[in-house]
């Protein structure tokens, strides 16, 4: 795992990870549900979505629309164990610790906060 600000300097440079941004719609909807809310959903996402060892649809379980978390898992390599592996060293086949979920969340949650910002 890396320091979160670090690791979104790096995803920055990459043409594909920076394509992914909140449109004003997923704005809108952070706005109206709250920070403490879609945090929530962050939460609910990973731990269900990326958290068990197993996952059959791994790879295509993460919508690239319609959720503004949807789309900070894109923008921060957390959509899939694959992404994960690749970026952020956390290894496939077995079941994320809380302190990874935890990790996950923070990056997405910052992603997001950044967005808000612009
Ligand atoms: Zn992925």
Request: hydrophobic share 35%; glycine share 2%.
């Amino acid at each position: 795992m890396n320091n979160i600000n670090d690791i979104l300097d790096k995803l920055k440079l990459s043409k594909f990870r920076n394509s992914f941004h909140l449109k004003e719609k997923d704005k809108l909807y952070v706005k109206e549900k709250g920070i403490e809310e879609i945090r929530k959903h962050a939460y609910n996402f990973i731990t269900t979505r990326l958290a068990p060892s197993y996952i059959p649809n791994d790879g295509k379980q993460t919508p690239t629309k319609n959720h503004p978390v949807f789309i900070a898992e894109h923008a921060t390599a957390t959509c899939c164990r694959s992404c994960l592996y690749k970026w952020h060293k956390i290894p496939k086949n077995r079941k994320l610790t809380e302190v990874e979920i935890n990790y996950i969340v923070d990056l997405i949650m910052e992603f997001i906060k950044r967005e808000m910002e612009n």
